[in-house]
């Protein structure tokens, strides 16, 4: 009877009905809401600056177009500024009323609207608060409004490109074209393809939910009553509508069972003898092999977008990176042996870089040196001084890095030696230059390592004289 009343009580569980969800947690709105509403002013303010640019960009094409054939020019240029103000006003006000996510399709953005809808239809899942039922309308709100603005951007990428297009062919009829038009053309080819680069970097942003929304979207994927909504309101119910009785049974009737599929590849191979089964492996090896080059294709092109625009020049991906994204902590390390006037020191230091490009790295940092004694039996910590620093890394190939620096360390026993004993501060300088390498890392706390092989040019004219090749170790976070 135990076992009976146990096997029941599963076997209820497994069919929740909606009033036995647990309650969605208060901060699941409030995460929407300020990621959604993040995404809404990055994507309306970066539009807008776009925009601008390429307004800009067409109005010195036009000025130069003008000097050679003012007909093309006012021909190809017909109320540009017009134009660009209207997609501008769309970006900044968008339409609700958006039917479906043009473009690429964004499975969290699909699953996130659905979600919240479900749950203004069924508040009862709320707890039947105020509070929070409002939060869900909120968050739909700017679901929504994210959804038309993402709709609208494909439509402004659509217009620009066409824009490309259109000044690309004028353009090409002259056969000799000033080199300071073909530069603006360039530049305007290079702003197109950096806002759909944009766009597609907040397209993954959104991909990416946190551990708190992803528990509450997997909670609500227990429930019979929210995959039967999904299947009826989602993005993709509207693209690929299911016919009426698709989870019954009975429409199942006639289709081809598993074992019947593998009873006649059985019988295939057994007519083909004893090499049938080898045939099937190599054919299946080779059909994968071209399905994987199809992806990488893809990804090259428009990395599963549908951005198949290539750049005829080498795109710098820092420009579509915030502030904060492109800047890189690290810290370092370097020891120094013990002289007759210095102890054994090791530098701990902390620096801030911000990628300019792909290829070049600029920051600043500080340094405090930690004194070890002069020797293994002589161990007395001490404190040596402190140090700025500024540093440029330069690509060269691979991961090997050109790196230069410059650099003010104070200590106080060489301002002590330099100034006969009395304890002035006196700042020594050093310049460097040398050979960076990077060691990609496969841990959670720091991204790689950076061994650097430095020379100090200006340690020659130092009293004491200082060393002169600088070994550092450093890491990334």
């Known amino acids: 009877m135990l076992l009976l009343v146990w096997y029941v009580s599963a076997g209820a569980q497994t069919i929740t009905p909606v009033d036995q969800l647990p309650g969605i947690p208060d901060q699941f709105f409030s995460k929407i809401n300020s990621k959604v509403q993040k995404l809404n002013e990055q994507l309306s303010a970066k539009t807008e600056k776009y925009l601008q640019r390429l307004l800009r960009k067409e109005e010195k094409i036009q000025r130069r177009l003008s ?26 006000n968008p339409s609700l009323n958006s039917k479906r996510l043009g473009g ?16 203004e239809k069924n508040n009862e899942l709320l707890g039947g608060t105020k509070n929070l039922t409002e939060k869900a309308k909120n968050a739909l709100a700017g679901v929504s409004q994210l959804e ?12 620009i490109r066409q824009r490309k297009q259109q000044i690309k062919e004028v353009l090409s009829q002259y056969t000799k074209l000033p080199s300071n038009l ?4 360039q530049n305007f080819n290079k702003e197109v393809y950096y806002y759909s680069e944009q766009v597609r970097s907040y397209r993954e942003m959104l991909n990416d939910p946190d551990k708190l929304t992803q528990k509450a979207l997997s909670l609500l994927n227990k429930l019979p009553a929210f995959q039967d909504f999904m299947k009826e309101h989602s993005m993709l119910a509207g693209l690929f509508g299911l016919p009426a009785g698709y989870s019954n ?18 019988g295939q191979l ?42 005829d020049f080498k795109p710098n991906n820092q420009r579509t990176k915030s502030f904060l994204q492109r800047l890189e902590i690290g810290t370092n390390l370097q020891s120094v042996k013990s002289s007759t ?70 200590q106080p026993a ?20 040398g050979i960076s390498k990077i060691v990609s890392l496969k841990t959670k706390f720091f991204k790689k390592t950076k061994l650097q092989l430095l020379w100090d040019i200006l340690s020659y004219r130092q009293m004491p004289r200082t060393q002169a090749i600088k070994f550092r170790v450093g890491y990334s976070f």
Request: overall charge positive; charged content about 20%; glycine content about 10%.
């Open 182 to 185: 073909s530069k603006q053309l």
């Open 104 to 119: 690429e399709y964004v499975p969290y953005l699909d699953s996130l609207k659905g979600s919240l809808s479900f749950l």
């Open 67 to 92: 000097r050679i054939d003012s007909t093309k020019a006012k021909q190809l240029f017909p109320g540009a500024q017009n134009e660009y103000s209207k997609l501008t006003n769309k970006i900044k």
């Open 341 to 410: 006037f210095l102890p054994t020191t090791t530098d701990l230091g902390l620096s801030i870089g911000y990628k300019l490009s792909n290829y070049s790295t600029i920051g600043i940092g500080g340094s405090y040196k930690v004194g070890w004694g002069k020797d293994i039996r002589n161990i007395v910590l001490t404190s040596e001084g402190v140090g700025l620093r500024s540093f440029l890394d330069i690509k060269l190939r691979g991961s090997f890095f050109l790196t230069s620096g410059y650099e003010y360390n104070y």
């Open 148 to 159: 038309s603005r993402l709709q609208q951007a494909d439509e402004i990428k659509q217009f």
């Open 270 to 311: 057994s007519s083909a003898g004893s090499g049938g089964q080898q045939v099937l492996q190599q054919n299946l090896q080779a059909a994968q092999a071209q399905l994987n080059q199809f992806k990488d294709k893809l990804k090259v092109l428009g990395k599963g977008s549908d951005d198949m625009d290539m750049p």
């Open 249 to 266: 049974v009975a429409s199942l009737n006639g289709l081809q069972t598993r074992a019947q599929v593998q009873a006649l590849i059985q």
């Open 414 to 433: 060489i301002a002590a030696f330099a100034n006969g004993g009395q304890r002035e501060i006196a700042w020594t300088e050093s310049g460097l230059v």
